[in-house]
């Protein structure tokens, strides 16, 4: 069983930045993706990174102001969130699934395709 922990939440004001976190043993082994989910509407995907080769993907919502990584233990995986704005305000998951990388990258910003799941953590952004 996978238990994915993320951390990093908070309040920030437009503008702000946060860094979250998503930790379980062994993670390198693991497509890690990360979602949010705002009050009333589906949870939408925002960025992804391959177990293999470290491909990464982002929604256009956010491309050029998030930035996904993995640390060099192989465990963590971040979303750095620069020039947040009010709509960025949401829980936001990450996921984990055993594949090594999508054969077509934009699938692995689809929920349907994580196995795994953290609990999430509030994100809140300021006007």
């Known amino acids: 069983q996978v238990q994915l922990v993320e951390s990093g939440g908070g309040s920030v004001q437009t503008g702000g930045s946060l860094r979250l976190s998503c930790t379980t043993s062994?993670?390198?082994?693991?497509?890690v993706g990360w979602f949010r989910q705002a009050p009333g509407k589906e949870r939408e995907g925002v960025s992804c990174?391959?177990?293999?080769?470290?491909?990464?993907h982002y929604a256009d919502s956010v491309k050029g102001r998030f930035t996904v990584s993995r640390d060099s233990s192989g465990d963590t995986v971040y979303l750095q969130m620069n020039s947040l704005k009010p709509e960025d305000t949401a829980v936001y998951y990450c996921?984990?699934?055993?594949?090594?990388?999508?054969?077509?990258?934009?699938?692995?910003?689809?929920?349907?395709?994580?196995?795994?799941w953290g609990q999430g953590t509030q994100v809140t952004v300021s006007s």
């Open positions: 062994r993670l390198e082994n693991y497509a």
């Open positions: 990174i391959s177990s293999t080769d470290g491909r990464t």
């Open positions: 996921a984990a699934d055993i594949r090594p990388f999508f054969a077509v990258q934009s699938m692995c910003i689809k929920p349907a395709e994580y196995e795994y």
